[in-house]
């Protein structure tokens, strides 16, 4: 599976984004799908991930309510829609893919990566 991360930028405190991730590989469909990110000089943690058929969703409490993972195995993609954004979601973005269906916040359960997309938050 090759994962490739889109939709980081630069917004306003408050203000709107939404990440996608475009997946390659005939195991997509059957992946659990997370969504993690890392802070310079922080170690990378978990924002939310989801089951491969969609229906089961986790996310990190400081996430919660504000961010909503989603999918389209017709696609091949997954996206992270990001509202309320603060200043503190300043990260480095990566999704990653479970062939075995994982959708644990751990990201040891996870066998590949994205490159990770920049999303800053600033006024």
């Known amino acids: 599976v090759q994962l490739v991360e889109s939709g980081g930028g630069l917004v306003q405190p408050g203000g709107s984004l939404r990440l996608s991730c475009a997946a390659s590989g005939r195991t997509f469909s059957r992946s659990g799908m997370g969504w993690f990110r890392q802070a310079p000089g922080k170690e990378r943690e978990f924002v939310a991930a989801i089951s491969w058929s969609g229906r089961v969703t986790h996310y990190a409490d400081s996430v919660k309510g504000r961010f909503t993972i989603s999918r389209d195995n017709a696609k091949n993609a997954i996206y992270l829609q990001m509202n309320s954004l603060k200043p503190e979601d300043t990260a480095v973005y990566y999704c990653?893919?479970?062939?075995?269906?994982?959708?644990?916040?751990?990201?040891?359960?996870?066998?590949?990566w994205g490159q990770g997309t920049q999303v800053t938050v600033s006024s």
């Open positions: 990653a893919a479970s062939p075995a269906g994982s959708y644990s916040p751990s990201r040891y359960e996870y066998d590949y």
